[in-house]
């Protein structure tokens, strides 16, 4: 790692320990300290059908605290637990998470369920990430785009898509003045949306991947390119470009990695068949010294901007932040 750094990382977005689509995992808790410098991550817990929510919940904070050494904030998926349970396990390192795609996985929310969850929880008014790609344009533009290679993911899950959601969610989050934190934005479009919207509710927040910023759709072009799906797909070098230049205008609050790490063999079993294949990747151990190599030495941004990026911002949204951090 670039030794110009005197902040510790802590990154917003990390899958770990969970399975997915049926996938475990690559990484446990006990592989987060391979990350030099790692203080703390934002986790996501999952319900599922065997066990609630609150049992989930118990077991991965066993987990992590037997075998991470950093911090652990918790992002909450409910399935089929009420309000009335979830009262009980939200804490001060705790929030939801929600998605308004992934209708065959069961993780599919619309629109009206949200605004009821804002209502619903309106004193407590916990944060609500939401990850934003509409259902319904996913599932048009998925029925003109068969998935016959990797960069048809891109057609498949264009940046209307979360254009239109990001939309939405912004407009129930300023109706009820609720907290939304909106996870890995792909498109300028969006991100302009957000910076707007901040005008009207204070408490939206945003972040987007080191992939959107230093990568474009050629990635899901030639060789092993299936081992790059994820979603949203990475998007055109102008929107690639035009990101970079919102980043350095401050319209995001940090960078998170999104990170869904699957196995090679996972990966590759089904390369034939991108629609098969897990959809996600890693990102934690290149954090800090891609975005240092693709952005400060390349003078898009500042040194202080990538710390307060990646490690002093994302800790306050954590509570995690220490003074002894500066």
């Not at 309106?122 to 068969?146: A, F, Q, W």
């Not at 009207?200 to 390119?225: M, Q, S, V």
């Not at 990646?310 to 500066?326: F, G, H, I, W």
């Amino acid at each position: 790692m670039q030794q110009h750094r005197n902040a510790a990382l802590h990154d917003f977005h990390v899958h770990v320990g969970e399975r997915i689509a049926g996938y475990q995992l690559r990484d446990g808790f006990a592989d987060l300290n391979r990350v030099p410098g790692l203080a703390g991550i934002g986790a996501f817990v999952t319900e599922e059908a065997e066990h609630s929510l609150a049992t989930k919940l118990q077991s991965m904070r066993q987990d992590a605290a037997a075998n991470f050494a950093g911090k652990v904030f918790w992002h909450l998926t409910p399935l089929q637990t009420g309000i009335e349970e979830l009262r009980q396990i939200l804490a001060p390192d705790t929030d939801l998470k929600f998605y308004t795609t992934y209708k065959a996985a069961g993780l599919y929310r619309s629109y009206e369920e949200l605004e009821r969850w804002m209502l619903e929880l309106s004193d407590l008014k916990p944060r609500m990430l939401v990850h934003c790609e509409d259902n319904e344009t996913i599932e048009e533009y998925s029925g003109k785009n068969p998935f016959h290679s990797p960069h048809d993911h891109c057609l498949r899950r264009p940046e209307i898509a979360e254009n239109k959601a990001v939309e939405k969610v912004l407009d129930l989050a300023i109706k009820h003045l609720y907290p939304v934190h909106i996870v890995h934005v792909s498109s300028p479009r969006s991100a302009l949306l957000i910076h707007e919207a901040r005008n009207h509710n204070p408490f939206i927040t945003c972040e987007t991947a080191p992939h959107y910023l230093l990568c474009n759709e050629e990635r899901l072009t030639g060789k092993d390119a299936h081992r790059w799906i994820c979603s949203p797909p990475f998007r055109s070098e102008k929107s690639r470009g035009e990101l970079v230049e919102l980043l350095q205008d401050g319209c995001f609050d940090i960078i998170a990695t999104d990170h869904c790490a699957f196995s090679l063999e996972d990966k590759d079993r089904y390369k034939d068949v991108p629609e098969r294949v897990p959809c996600g990747i890693a990102g934690l151990g290149c954090l800090w010294d891609s975005l240092y190599d693709g952005l400060v030495k390349t003078g898009k941004i500042s040194l202080d901007s990538l710390i307060s990026l990646v490690s002093l911002t994302p800790a306050r949204l954590m509570n995690q932040y220490d003074k002894e951090m500066c």
